[in-house]
């Protein structure tokens, strides 16, 4: 068996929890079990963060839909390069071109 130095191990350990830390997560504010997300939409939820050894509040939202825009923000919207320059494709009749309908007559 490969027995893992120590050190490695802790070091990976360490990596994974700071990883970990700040994550978000919203729980609902609902007697009972907590259940999937969409039940209740809602009720007020809690957002928690991660700090690494235990969940600690950091405000709360009135319903589901302010917890997905807090936990999940949009992206930005990346702009797309302006299409470059290529020439049009010419009159003719190439392999990969369909030919028109005047041409097939004159055939």
Do not use: F, Y
Request: zero cysteines.
């Amino acid at each position: 068996m490969h027995e893992e130095p120590l050190d490695e191990w802790a070091r990976r350990r360490e990596e994974r929890r700071a990883a970990s830390k700040g994550k978000l997560r919203a729980v609902p504010l609902t007697e009972g079990p907590h259940r999937g997300a969409h039940v209740a939409p809602d009720a007020p939820r809690v957002i928690q963060e991660w700090t690494g050894t235990e969940w600690e509040t950091v405000g709360i939202v009135d319903n589901l839909a302010a917890a997905k825009a807090l936990l999940h923000p949009p992206q930005p919207v990346e702009e797309k390069p302006a299409e470059w320059d290529r020439p049009a494709l010419g009159k003719g009749r190439g392999r990969h071109r369909k030919p028109s309908p005047a041409e097939e007559r004159n055939q």
